[in-house]
Every structure is written in C-alpha cells, then in structure tokens.
C-alpha cells in the first residue's frame, strides 16, 4: 500500500498516532461548510440568483411541514442549516467574513456589540457601513482586523524591560598548571545588576506635518457617503519614558571597636557587613520616534522638494537628564540612488552630551544594502570624539562660559570603522525520489494510484535546516578586528513558522502552532584581534511558547574569562542572568570543551529522553481523542445522510421524471468512494493487511437534487463529503465521485476526484 493510503487507514481505524496522522486528523473539517451544503462555487462567487435557486431547491424538500411526522425533527434540523447557509451568503458583509473566520467569526461579528453587531463599531462610524459596497466592506474590515491585531501585539512589545542579574562563581573551577581540572560546590555571588524599563505614552498624530482632510473637503464636489473608506493610517508617532539602575554589589569591610565592660579593655576588629549596593547609577529620559508618511503632501510644511526627501523616514529622539543631559538623535530612510535597483538603507546618528557651543556631537553612520536574496552587506562608521577647529573654539568661548573642567569630564570615545556580511537564512524544500520509479509510468486511467503517489511524494519533501553566518572586519585606533558567525537550526521535529501578521490588506491568512517544534537555534561566534586574542561564543536558544524563548551561551571573552549566561525573552521583555566561572588567566583548551560538551549532552538527554518521548506520548492520546471523535461525527453524518435522503427522494424523483419526459439530463446512478485500483499489480501492493476497505457509496439521489435546468455543476472547491445526502466514508482519503447520466437518450459518465469539478451534460462524457 502506499504511504498515503496506508496513513489515511490508520488515521481512520486505528493508526500509531504519527506526527502526519496527527495534522491529518487535526486538519479534518469536522464543521460544514455552507457553500458546500448549497453545492455552490466559493470562485467565483455565486451570484443572488445562484444562491436562491439552491435555497428554493433545497428547501422544497426539507420543508418541516412536508414531512411525516418521524422526519419532523430531522427536517427542522436540515432546513435550519439551510437557512442559516442561505441568510450568511446571500448577505454580501456576512459572506465576506464567513470567507475569512468561518461560521464562529460570523456569530462573534453580528453578536451584541461585536463588530457589526448593536452597539458595535460599525454603529460609531462616520461613514455608514451599511452604504458600502462588497469591495469597501471588505476593506474597511480588514483595515478594522489589522488594526486591533496591531493595537494587541502593540500592547505587548511597547512596554520594554530588561533585567540583568550577574553572579560570581569563579571559585567553583580551578585549574593547575599540567591542566587538571578542580571542581568545587558552586557557591555563586552576586556581582552585577541591571534594571531598564521603557512604557508609552499616547500621544496624538502629528497632523501639522500634513495637510488635515477637512482642508481639501471643500475642493471636492463627490457626495460623502459615496466616497470609500478612508483607509487608517499606521501610527506614526511615539513616546516613551525610559528608566534604568545599575550598579554591583558588595560587602565591604567595617572596622567594629569593642569594649569590655569587666576590664575596660578596647579590642578593634575587621568585620564584614552585609550585602550592599556600591556604584549604582541611574538613567531617567525620554525617547520619542516619528515616522514620516511616504505621500507627497499638496499642502503643508512638507509639500517642499527639500523637505518632501523626509517622506518614507524615521527619526527618533532619546534625551536622558539623569544623571547627566545627554540628547541622541537618529535618522533612518531607505534611499535608491539608481531606479531599479535594491536600496540603500541609511542611518545617521548623533549624541550630544554637552553644549553644541563647547563641542561638536559624536557621529556615526551605518550604511546597508541587499545583495540579491542571499545577504546583506553593511558598512558602519564612528567619529568617536571630536573637536571644532581652534578658530571656532576662540569664537565659541566669547559666546558661551567656558570651563577648563569640563574638557577634561568629558567621555571619550574612539573613531571606528567596519564593513561586514550577513548571509539570510534559507528554506529550501528538496523532494525525495519515490521508492518504486516504475509507480511514475503507470497509465493515466489508474487515478486513484496517481493521485496517492503524488501526495506522498509532497510528504516526503524535506526541509533543510535554515542557516546563516556573516563576518565583520573593524578597525579602530586601538587595532583590527575580525569577527565570524554561523547560526543553524537543530533538532527541529518539523517546520517552525515565524511569527508574522495573521491580517493585510489582501485578506486573512491564520498561522498555525509555532510552539511544537522543538528546534534549537545554534549560533556560533569567534572573533580575533589584531594581537591575535581570541574570544568566542556558544549560544542555544528555544521556544517554549508562542512568545517566549530561552537560552544558553557559553562565552569566552575578553579579560571577562570563561562564563555562562541564561536568557529569557518575551517580546519586549528580557532577564538575563550572566555567570563568570572561571578567570582568564585559568582557562584552557578541555575546560572550554568541558563547559561546552556538557550543557548540549544533557539537553540532548533531556530532548530525546523525556521531552520527545513525552510529546509523541501527547500526541498519540491526541489522536486518540481525535479518531474517537470523528468515529462519532461519521456516524452522526451517516444516519444524517440516510434520512435526508429519504426526505429528498420523492421531490427528486418527480423532476427526474419531468426532466426524462423532455429528453433531459437524467442521473441515472451516482456512487462515491474509493474504487479499487484498476492495474492487479497495484492492487496487490496496496492490500497490506485484511482492514483496507474500499468502495463506493450510492448517491444518486443527492447528484440528482443538484440538477437545475438541465445542468449539473459541482464546483471543485465543494467538499462533497458535506454536500446534503453525502457522507465520507473513507475519511483522509482520496474519493472519487463517479456519476453515469442520460442525455438525449444517450449514455454519459463523468468521473471526479475530490479536487477536481463536474459539469453536466459535456460531450466528452459520451459513452
């Protein structure tokens, strides 16, 4: 049998709880889809009289009243469906929605101050959402949808802190000089600390920027409520507060004088006091960013040629006034200096930490462009100090105070520059060949062997593991620089999908769970200075939420030593926790592969040991539970089935008979199902074990309700397991609906898998 149709069996009756079933079960639509209860196409759209013909057609045999009295229930149940299926498409706001969030998105919607419901957006809008169109509807819903998925995320990222907490457990590894290793009981001390908090403020749009709508409405003779609606634009300005303490902890020793009462006798004595802050330091400022729309202006401060360039940038500001005024300024745009090509993204930045009057500010510029779609090169330069000439300076001291001090205060910094690359990360999908090449030579008549190659070649595609890696070489006053990377994920399960925005202007595209893949992102750094001093980094990181991720890296850096730092990040949040193991002066070659080797073994023993067996053990109570549940959902569709064909079948067999008296099209009989294969040798191949079942179920009563005019369409987006009368009786396999109809007398057949449509009568059906 092969791998698709085997998969599908076990799904069905009984499998190993694979990863595959698992998303095969997970995926299976458990609820019914109105465009396939009216057996009409999703694309194109139906038209009003489309719609209603189904309705009339389907109601005129499910009518409560026109049933017997043991159908009663059942029919009221049936025509309750069709109904709701009816009142939700033929409402062009209702179906748009239905396309994107289905029938829960439609009941949220319409419900008691939902989005279109009473006291709902759509009753505060100034442009009445009941004056637009289908085309307007739609987008001003997804405008509606990206915004409140913006305002959550915003919500969540906005708010940025960071805690850093560094301990002290040097004293834990030793080292001697034939390269023994010493461990000792850790007994870790708090070094370092670092909290850093940033929180929004609302501020209003800068609309004195641009010119405001109510300046041009006057020039506009258009009717208001004709208008579509106004599009919302991004937020483009913002501010934050920003606050930060740091400093190191300390037990410093205090001289203690004691005196004995019986002899009077004074004793001094060293004694430590306890943990205490020492050089802490304290940051209070404010950042604000503004981001330029890309649109000329017609009027305004930017209508300018000059000034109209900002369009398209950024600029923000950070000013600190604790514990000394500090103002950073940076622009950023992306500029294409030839059309055509791949822009230039630019960003220019300044710090003032004194007196424009006493000193120019520190600058740096970081240019960076996309080479193809394979990397980014960028170039980065620092001015490091500067000092306006000495004829400035004379003029600039007549104007301001001048103080020797403050020259000698002032913070230095260095001039630097560096160039580097930084390859992009690749997903690339390589198909593997089938394990039977005679399998691609089969006739095209054997469908259903083609079709079940075909899919279980897409799922045997592998995915390679994405990877990057990039230099940077740098230079400074102090020497050269060379500085390498290389990331890669590992133990990934399956695919993991990135975070990205479920909602654009297109339409809604929902992702799927991001947690579940168990990949660990590996990156590796070195970097060698022009004294050839080496340092190099280790780092693993995981997700082990939607937003979360946590991480180890082991580094070796500088004069800092040997060391391990754990991470936690959620979005905008950070907690770092930096451990120093060992000095500089201690490490060697097996310590670092020690402190390297045993991390990844026992992660890798925590992984393959508990987690992974844990996770398939989930899944396959999962699939459990999900096999159960569509055994249920079968046999409730089933009996379904049964009775709606009971209630359909004298109204369908009267048109059949008005149809057969004008030489119309007639079904003559309508089966669904999976057939067996037509070649022997595939059909051996495929009955491995005695549960295989294959076969067709008869449905020529519901073919036949579907004939209208003398036509019968099926469009291929129809799941015709859910078209009324129908039921899966194969579920998570391929099916094929095989219908034998007379037209003019003559004998037709049309055969169609679930991908595929139908329409009747067609020439190419003669027998």
């Not at 299976?28 to 009339?56: G, W």
């Not at 949220?108 to 004056?131: D, I, P």
């Not at 085309?135 to 906005?158: G, H, I, S, T």
Request: net charge neutral; with cysteine.
């Amino acid at each position: 049998m092969s791998q698709t149709n085997q998969g599908g069996r076990e799904a069905g009756a009984g499998g190993d709880g694979s990863e595959e079933d698992y998303e095969r079960l997970r995926d299976y639509p458990h609820e019914l889809d109105y465009y396939s209860l009216l057996a009409l196409p999703r694309e194109p759209p139906p038209t009003d009289a489309q719609i209603r013909s189904a309705y009339k057609t389907l109601t005129l045999s499910f009518h409560p009243d026109k049933q017997p009295g043991e159908l009663k229930e059942s029919a009221t149940e049936h025509y309750n469906r069709i109904r709701t299926a009816y009142e939700t498409l033929i409402d062009p706001k209702k179906r748009t929605v239905y396309d994107m969030l289905g029938a829960e998105g439609v009941q949220q919607a319409w419900a008691e101050q939902g989005l279109m419901g009473r006291n709902g957006l759509a009753e505060r809008q100034q442009v009445g959402v009941k004056a637009m169109d289908e085309a307007e509807f739609r987008r001003w819903f997804l405008m509606v949808m990206k915004r409140r998925e913006r305002k959550f995320l915003n919500e969540l990222v906005d708010a940025n802190g960071e805690i850093r907490l560094s301990f002290d457990a040097r004293s834990m590894l030793t080292t001697t000089r034939d390269g023994d290793i010493f461990i000792r009981a850790p007994k870790p001390k708090p070094a370092s600390f670092l909290l850093s908090y940033a929180v929004p403020i609302p501020i209003s749009d800068m609309s004195w920027f641009r010119t405001s709508d109510s300046e041009t409405a006057g020039d506009e003779d258009e009717d208001q409520s004709k208008r579509p609606p106004p599009e919302q634009k991004p937020e483009t300005t913002k501010l934050q507060l920003q606050a930060a303490v740091s400093g190191g902890f300390g037990k410093p020793v205090q001289t203690v004088q004691i005196i004995n009462e019986d002899t009077g006798e004074r004793l001094q004595k060293e004694m430590q006091v306890p943990l205490t802050l020492r050089n802490a330091n304290v940051n209070v400022g404010a950042g604000f960013v503004h981001t330029f729309q890309n649109d000329v202006p017609k009027r305004g401060v930017l209508r300018g040629p000059v000034l109209s360039f900002l369009g398209g940038s950024i600029v923000s500001v950070n000013a600190f006034i604790i514990p000394q005024p500090i103002v950073q300024t940076t622009f950023s745009k992306a500029i294409t200096p030839v059309p055509g090509t791949q822009p230039l993204s630019v960003t220019l930045k300044s710090t003032f930490s004194y007196s424009p009057l006493q000193c120019p500010p520190d600058l740096s510029l970081s240019i960076s462009r996309l080479i193809g779609t394979g990397g980014v090169v960028s170039c980065n330069w620092a001015s490091g100090t500067l000092s306006w000439p000495e004829f400035l300076q004379d003029l600039l001291r007549g104007i301001s105070k001048y103080d020797p001090y403050d020259e000698a205060l002032r913070p230095f910094s260095m001039s630097a520059f560096s160039i580097g690359y930084t390859s992009l990360p690749t997903m690339q999908a390589a198909a593997t060949p089938g394990e039977d090449d005679d399998d691609q030579h089969e006739d095209e008549e054997d469908m259903f062997a083609n079709q079940a190659n075909q899919t279980t070649k897409k799922a045997q595609q592998l995915v390679k593991p994405n990877e990057t890696w990039g230099f940077n070489l740098g230079s400074s006053p102090m020497g050269a620089s060379l500085t390498l990377q290389y990331g890669r994920t590992i133990f990934a399960r399956k695919p993991s999908e990135p975070l990205r925005s479920e909602w654009s202007g297109e339409g809604y595209y929902p992702s799927k769970d991001r947690s579940g893949s168990g990949a660990v992102r590996l990156g590796l750094r070195a970097s060698v200075n022009h004294d050839l001093s080496l340092g190099w980094s280790v780092s693993g990181t995981r997700r082990i939420g939607e937003f979360t991720r946590m991480g180890l890296t082991v580094s070796m850096i500088g004069n800092m030593g040997l060391g391990y730092s754990v991470s936690w990040h959620r979005l905008g949040q950070s907690f770092r926790i930096p451990i120093a193991l060992c000095p500089v002066d201690q490490v060697t070659g097996d310590l670092c592969t020690l402190l390297v080797i045993v991390p990844f073994a026992v992660y890798s023993a925590i992984e393959f040991g508990y987690q992974r067996p844990r996770a398939r053990q989930r899944e396959r109570q999962e699939v459990a539970k999900l096999r159960k549940r569509l055994r249920k959902l079968l046999v409730k569709r089933k009996t379904e089935s049964a009775q709606a064909v009971s209630m359909m079948k004298d109204q369908v067999l009267r048109r059949q008979e008005r149809e057969a008296d004008r030489d119309g099209l007639v079904i003559v009989s309508a089966e669904y199902g999976c057939p067996p294969p037509l070649k022997k040798k595939i059909r051996d191949q495929n009955r491995v074990g005695d549960d295989y079942e294959e076969g067709m179920i008869d449905v020529t009563i519901p073919v036949a309700a579907l004939v209208d005019q003398g036509q019968l369409i099926i469009s291929p987006r129809v799941i015709k397991s859910q078209i009324l009368g129908f039921y899966d009786p194969f579920p998570l396999r391929p099916k094929l609906l095989r219908v034998r109809y007379r037209f003019s007398g003559r004998e037709h057949m049309a055969e169609a898998w679930d991908s595929e449509g139908i329409t009747c009568p067609m020439k190419s059906h003669l027998l």
